[in-house]
C-alpha cells in the first residue's frame, strides 16, 4: 500500500483494512435523500466517499435513501446524479434504497422471529414518555411482551393497509434502560398510506432511517459506510441490527460535516428560501448548492482541491467561504478566455484616428499559451469605464486625467487632451490623441506609461446585462443566530447592470465557457440569455484579503 504520509483518518482506516486482509476492495456509498438539490457540504462527501474508492481500487454505489415517500421526487433524483456527474465522479452502480423494501420487510419478520423486534400499538406521545430520559430509565411498553405469533400477524396487517397511519409502529426488543436513547426500542416501521415516487401504492409502512441505511449498506457490501458526526450514537444500532441479522458487517464511520460562512447548509432552509420566493429558485448563482455554484461558474476542478484542502476532520468548524473563492481563482487564473468588457460605460474619442476605419488588433487570451489569441475590432470611438477617468488626477493616478497618458489594452497610448461634461456635472466624452508608433507588439515610440486599461469598440461593441452577485447572508453563521435566519440575509445580494458593453467574441458564447473580464473579476455566460439579450454572471471578483494572505505566507 502507498507509503504516502498525511493521510486522512478514514483513508488510514481503509489501509489498515486493506493491508490486514480485512477485505480484498472497498467499497463505499454516497447516500443522499432526494428531497432536495445537493449542496457544498454534500460535496465534501461524495468527494470523500468516491476519492476513497478511486485512490484504493474500489467503486462507490449511488444510493437514493428514498424511505421517506412524502418528501421525495423524481426531480430531486435527476438533478443529484447531474450535479455528481458534473463533480467528475462515475458511480459503479445506481441503487434505491426502496428496492430493498422486500428484503427489508423480510429482515424485519427474521428479527419478529427471534423475538427481538414487537408490534406497538402505543400512540406516538405515549412512546415518548415511556422513552425516559438520558438521566431515567424508559418503562416497558404494555405491548412489548405480545407473543411472536401476533406480532407476525400485526406486522403483516400492518403491511396489508388494515390499520390508520399511526396506529401501530413495530419497534426493535433491545433494552429500555440503555444508557443510549436509540437502544431503547427504537422504531422501525411506521405506517404512511402515501405514494411513493418509485413503488407507488405498494407500500404503506415504510422503514425508519436506521432500520434502512445499514441494512442496505449491508446488502450492497459497503465495506466502509461514511456519514456525519450526528450519527455517532445511531452507530451502536447500526452494529446490533446487522449483528442478530447476521448480514454482511459494514461498519460506520463519522467525519465532520462541512460548515461555511455567509450562508445556510441544510435542504429544509434551502427549501425555504427557494418557497418564499427569496431567490430565482434552487440554481439562483446565490445559492450554496452546486447547482447554484455551476450556474455562477465554478468549475468542478475548484470544487475538488477546496474538498481537499479542507480535509477530513473529526470536530466541526466554520470554513471561510474566501478559501473556497481562493480554490476557483487558482483555477480561473490558468483557464479562464480574457476579454474585455465596459461594465459603467463612457466615450472616449480619438480626435486624430480616422473617422470610420476599424482596425483588427490581436490580444492573447489568457497567460497560458494554449487559451490562443484572438482578434478585436479598434476604432476611434470607444467604450471605457467611467471609474477610469479623473478630472483632476489624484496622487499615483495612472489611469486616464488631462493631459495624462494610457495604453489601452493590445492597442495604443492615448493622451487626454479635453473632456465633456452635462449641466449635472456627468462626463459625457473624453478626447484623446493617440501615437500611431505605440502599437501593443510593436511598440517604437519609446514611451513608458504606468496604467493599462481596457475598453471596447463603440461601433462593434455588443450590450449585455450583468449580474453581480453578493453573498446571500449578512451574518457569518446565520443558522447559529437568534430567532429566524431569514433575519439576517443580505437584501442587496443581487446587483444588475442593465447595459454593460462586451467585445463581439462574447456574443458567441458558449454556457460551459469562463471569462476574465479584464480588471472586473471572472464572468460566465447565464443560462438567462437568449439571442436578443446575453446575460452574464460575475462568478468571482479578481482578489480578496484571502488571496493576499496566502500570497504572503
Ligand atoms: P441536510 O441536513 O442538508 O438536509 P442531509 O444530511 O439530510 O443534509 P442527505 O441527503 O441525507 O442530506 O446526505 C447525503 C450524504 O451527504 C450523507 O452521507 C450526509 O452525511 C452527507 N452530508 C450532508 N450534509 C453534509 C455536510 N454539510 N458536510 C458533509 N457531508 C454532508
Ligand atoms: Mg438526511
Known amino acids: 500500500m502507498s507509503e504516502e504520509k498525511n493521510l486522512n483518518f478514514i483513508e488510514e482506516i481503509v489501509e489498515t483494512d486493506l493491508n490486514e486482509g480485512k477485505y480484498k476492495s472497498i467499497i463505499t456509498r454516497f447516500p443522499p435523500e432526494p428531497n432536495g438539490y445537493l449542496h457544498i457540504g454534500h460535496s465534501k462527501s461524495i468527494c470523500l466517499n468516491f476519492g476513497l474508492a478511486k485512490k484504493y481500487g474500489g467503486s462507490t454505489n449511488l444510493r437514493f435513501d428514498d424511505t421517506n415517500p412524502v418528501t421525495e421526487d423524481t426531480e430531486y433524483v435527476e438533478s443529484i446524479k447531474d450535479d455528481i456527474k458534473w463533480l467528475g465522479f462515475e458511480w459503479s452502480n445506481e441503487f434505491y434504497a426502496s428496492d430493498y423494501f422486500d428484503t427489508l420487510f423480510e429482515y424485519a419478520v427474521t428479527l419478529i422471529n427471534k423475538g427481538l423486534a414487537y408490534v406497538d400499538d402505543s400512540t406516538s406521545e405515549e412512546i415518548a414518555t415511556l422513552k425516559g430520559t438520558p438521566t431515567e430509565p424508559g418503562k416497558d411498553s404494555i405491548y412489548r411482551s405480545r407473543s411472536i405469533e401476533e406480532n407476525i400477524l400485526l406486522f403483516n396487517e400492518m403491511k396489508d393497509g388494515k390499520y390508520k397511519d399511526g396506529e401501530k409502529v413495530l419497534r426493535a426488543k433491545i433494552d429500555m434502560a440503555h444508557t443510549n436513547m436509540l437502544m431503547r426500542d427504537p422504531i422501525m416501521y411506521r405506517i404512511k398510506h402515501a405514494h411513493h415516487h418509485r413503488t407507488g401504492d405498494k407500500w404503506c409502512i415504510y422503514p425508519m432511517y436506521d432500520f434502512a441505511h445499514g441494512q442496505s449498506d449491508s ?52 427549501l425555504q428560501l427557494v418557497n418564499e420566493g427569496h431567490v430565482s429558485g434552487w440554481d439562483d448563482p446565490r445559492m450554496p448548492t452546486i447547482s447554484g455554484f455551476r450556474r455562477k461558474g465554478y468549475t468542478p476542478l475548484s470544487i475538488r482541491n477546496f474538498c481537499d484542502k479542507i480535509g477530513v476532520a473529526k470536530r466541526e468548524n466554520l470554513i471561510d467561504l474566501s478559501l473556497l473563492e481562493f480554490c476557483l481563482r487558482e483555477d480561473l487564473n490558468m483557464t479562464a478566455k480574457r476579454v474585455m468588457a465596459v461594465l459603467d460605460p463612457v466615450k472616449l474619442i480619438i480626435t486624430n484616428y480616422e473617422e470610420g476605419k476599424t482596425e483588427m488588433l490581436t490580444s ?149 465557457d469562463r471569462f476574465q473580464f479584464i480588471r472586473k473579476g471572472y464572468f460566465c455566460l447565464d443560462k438567462d440569455s437568449t439571442t436578443e439579450k446575453l446575460v452574464f454572471n460575475r462568478t468571482v471578483t479578481l482578489k480578496d484579503a484571502w488571496s493576499k494572505e496566502v500570497k504572503k505566507g
Open 219 to 270: 446488502i450492497e457490501n459497503i465495506t466502509h459506510s461514511i456519514c456525519t458526526l450526528e450519527f455517532i450514537p445511531h452507530r451502536e444500532l447500526y452494529d446490533w441490527l446487522i449483528e442478530k441479522l447476521n448480514i454482511f458487517p459494514s461498519h460506520q464511520y463519522e467525519f465532520a460535516r462541512l460548515n461555511m460562512t455567509y450562508t445556510v447548509m441544510s435542504k429544509r432552509k434551502l
Open 364 to 512: 492573447e487570451n489568457g497567460p497560458d499559451e494554449s487559451l490562443g489569441h484572438r482578434s478585436i475590432p479598434f476604432g476611434k470611438e470607444l467604450w471605457i469605464e467611467r471609474e477610469d477617468f479623473m478630472e483632476e488626477a489624484a496622487k499615483k493616478w495612472f489611469r486616464l486625467a488631462p493631459g495624462a497618458l494610457v495604453r489601452l489594452k493590445s492597442a495604443y497610448i492615448v493622451k487626454c487632451e479635453s473632456f465633456e461634461k452635462d449641466s449635472d456635472g456627468n462626463i459625457t466624452a473624453i478626447h484623446c490623441t493617440y501615437i500611431p508608433e505605440s502599437k501593443s507588439g510593436q511598440d517604437t515610440s519609446g514611451i513608458s506609461v504606468k496604467g493599462t486599461i481596457h475598453w471596447v469598440s463603440v461601433k462593434h461593441a455588443a450590450t449585455a446585462e450583468v449580474r453581480l452577485y453578493d453573498r446571500l447572508f449578512k451574518s457569518e453563521n446565520p443558522a447559529a443566530e437568534e430567532g429566524d435566519f431569514k433575519e439576517y440575509m443580505n437584501l442587496d445580494s443581487l446587483h444588475i447592470i442593465n447595459n454593460a458593453y462586451i467585445e463581439p467574441s462574447l456574443t458567441t458564447a458558449n454556457l460551459e
